[in-house]
């Protein structure tokens, strides 16, 4: 059975990955961390927490040696909206963090999945099914720390033969945790405002098309491709993978046809905006579906359904 650690626990992604591992490998065996315990506590509650810092890889080699860690999911990591706020923080956390974890999978010998972004794109790669393969030179911190982080998994697995794999991904989409200073934020809001107030003043424009995905997705995709037979995979840092691509306004409709009195505006944030411009419009995911049988299960109808059922359940 895998002993598995993982960083950012406490997060959007954290929180729904550890309640679904541990479903799959046993409570014990999956050890949750964060920097503080402020978040989900049933991921506190439910199996092994400790308070881990990213940035102390001696703690990090603590915790991996005290329950003989094989397998580092590394989550910790600021997004593009709070890290164009503070680039020194970004790099530091995002960089340091990921560093720390592969020198102690090195040491360890731990298998490490740690996600990238379409952040790692820029405004030069091809704005359309962008191909698994292209121009990275991105314009965000949060994005360079990213393409870094990607090619720095490489380099661990080329050199020390570390089993790393990741995936990029879209905007995420759930109900349990919010997501914490992401571009892609507003496809979340949107819904809490919707069920609340019947109307959301978006601060990303009509006709900003970005990639999403609804968080069941997200986290199949993590366990999956870390179930993945290594031999299938020839790309490893990191998989383009996503399931729906999409502007406000046609979340706003798809929203309009279970609250039809749901009016969408607009209040752009010209700052995010402009990270948002800078993002594919749709990514190609055929080498994920090939290498590793990569195949999401809600498209925007069935995500805005289930939102929009369970959050409002959730806001009751
Ligand atoms: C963000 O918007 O920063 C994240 C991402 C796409 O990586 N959701």
Redesign the pocket.
């Known amino acids: 059975m895998k002993k598995i650690l993982v960083t950012g626990a406490l997060g959007?992604i954290g929180s729904e990955l550890v309640m679904n591992l541990r479903e799959a490998y046993g409570n014990d065996n999956v050890i949750a961390s964060d920097i503080s315990t402020k978040g989900s506590q049933e991921a506190i509650e439910s199996g092994p927490f400790e308070i881990i810092d990213v940035v102390d890889g001696k703690k990090i080699d603590e915790v991996v040696k005290k329950y003989n860690v094989d397998t580092v999911y590394h989550l910790a990591a600021l997004?593009?909206?709070?890290?164009e706020k503070n680039p020194s923080l970004a790099w530091n956390i995002n960089m340091g963090g990921l560093f720390n974890v592969l020198e102690v999978a090195r040491e360890n010998n731990c298998a490490v999945c740690t996600?990238?972004?379409?952040?790692a794109f820029g405004p030069s790669t091809p704005k359309d099914n962008t191909p698994q393969d292209t121009l990275m030179r991105p314009t965000?911190m949060?994005g360079v720390t990213?393409v870094a982080g990607e090619l720095l998994c490489d380099y661990y697995h080329q050199k020390y033969n570390i089993d790393t794999r990741g995936v990029r991904?879209?905007?995420?989409i759930s109900y349990k945790s919010l997501?914490g200073?992401?571009?892609?934020?507003y496809a979340v809001h949107i819904f809490y405002e919707a069920i609340k107030n019947k109307k959301y003043a978006s601060f990303i424009d009509k006709g900003t098309f970005?990639?999403m995905m609804y968080m069941p997705d997200a986290i199949n995709a993590l366990i999956q491709l870390m179930e993945a037979d290594p031999s299938k995979l020839v790309h490893r840092n990191a998989f383009n993978i996503t399931a729906m691509s999409f502007d406000p306004e046609m979340l706003g409709a798809e929203i309009k046809k279970h609250i039809p009195e749901f009016v969408l505006e607009y209040d752009v944030n010209p700052d995010i905006q402009k990270?948002?411009d800078s993002?594919p419009n749709s990514l190609d995911d055929s080498e994920a579906r090939k290498e590793w049988g990569w195949n999401p299960k809600y498209d925007l109808a069935a995500m805005t359904k289930d939102m929009l059922e369970q959050l409002t359940i959730k806001l009751k």
Do not use: V
């Open positions: 959007q997004l593009s909206a709070t890290g996600p990238s972004s379409i952040a965000t949060y990213k991904f879209p905007g995420l997501p200073g992401g571009t892609t934020d970005m990639d990270i948002a993002w």
